[in-house]
């Protein structure tokens, strides 16, 4: 499903997300361009993760899935960054797997000391 995300994508990136607790899909995004001239390259888009964790309020042991197609249409690493890994714990997320060029990895943060509940 989130290869299919990043399918959708219309990025040079093309990374997508899906957020899922338990069997239930909470929600998905691909990345999306942010269309700013002032912003530099870097923060050119936002990212799938932080696009999907602004549709939603912490959510506590959901597990988040990221995938990435390269210009072949095949998976590519799609470890979350810093700035995302930070959004992710903040939200409550542990948990990610995302695709890797020969498989797929599996990354856990540690959660903040703050109630994650509360940030929202
Ligand atoms: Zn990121």
Not at 26 to 31: D, H, I, W
Not at 44 to 55: D, G, I, P, V
Not at 63 to 76: H, I, Q
């Amino acid at each position: 499903m989130a290869l299919k995300q990043a399918a959708q994508s219309e990025c040079r990136f093309r990374v997508g997300a899906v957020l899922a607790k338990g069997s239930r899909v909470l929600g998905q995004a691909p990345n999306r361009r942010r269309n700013a001239p002032w912003v530099d390259f870097r923060h050119a888009t936002f990212h799938a993760e932080e696009a999907l964790m602004r549709r939603f309020p912490a959510r506590p042991g959901a597990v988040l899935y990221v995938a990435r197609l390269d210009r072949r249409n095949c998976p590519a690493l799609a470890r979350p960054c810093d700035r995302c890994q930070h959004v992710l714990s903040t939200h409550g997320i542990s948990l990610v797997h995302y695709t890797t060029a020969d498989g797929a990895g599996t990354l856990c943060l540690s959660q903040p000391a703050v109630d994650a509940r509360k940030l929202g």
